[in-house]
């Protein structure tokens, strides 16, 4: 399994970028996506997650900024960033929780990660 992420760039404040994260190999299904963040010298924190079924949870500090989205027939998580600031620029992870057979437990699989940086 592997994860591919991208979208991430150098953008000024009140900009938008879009990220994606798309999984592919051989595995049985895909559950919860989410989008994780961890600036320089900070721990990593939750962005945002959205289910199988479609259930998003955000963290508070971007909602009504940013929108998370998947396409279960691609595989793909997306992150819909608006309204940028510069306490938003860190490195960006995808998590998906993959099913590799039947029966088996679900496993984490992280992407390697795309910086944003938002500066003027």
């Known amino acids: 399994v592997q994860l591919q992420a991208s979208g991430g760039g150098l953008v000024r404040p009140g900009g938008s970028l879009r990220l994606s994260c798309a999984a592919s190999g051989s595995f049985l299904s895909v559950h919860d996506m989410g989008w994780y963040r961890q600036a320089p010298g900070k721990e990593r924190e939750l962005v945002g997650t959205i289910t199988r079924g479609g259930t998003i949870n955000y963290a508070d500090y971007v909602k009504g900024r940013f929108t998370i989205s998947r396409d279960n027939a691609r595989n793909t998580v997306y992150l819909q960033m608006n309204s940028l600031k510069p306490e938003d620029t860190a490195l960006y992870h995808c998590?998906?929780?993959?099913?590799?057979?039947?029966?088996?437990?679900?496993?984490?699989?992280w992407g390697q990660g795309t910086q944003v940086t938002v500066s003027s």
């Open positions: 998590k998906i929780m993959i099913r590799s057979y039947s029966l088996s437990p679900q496993q984490v699989y």
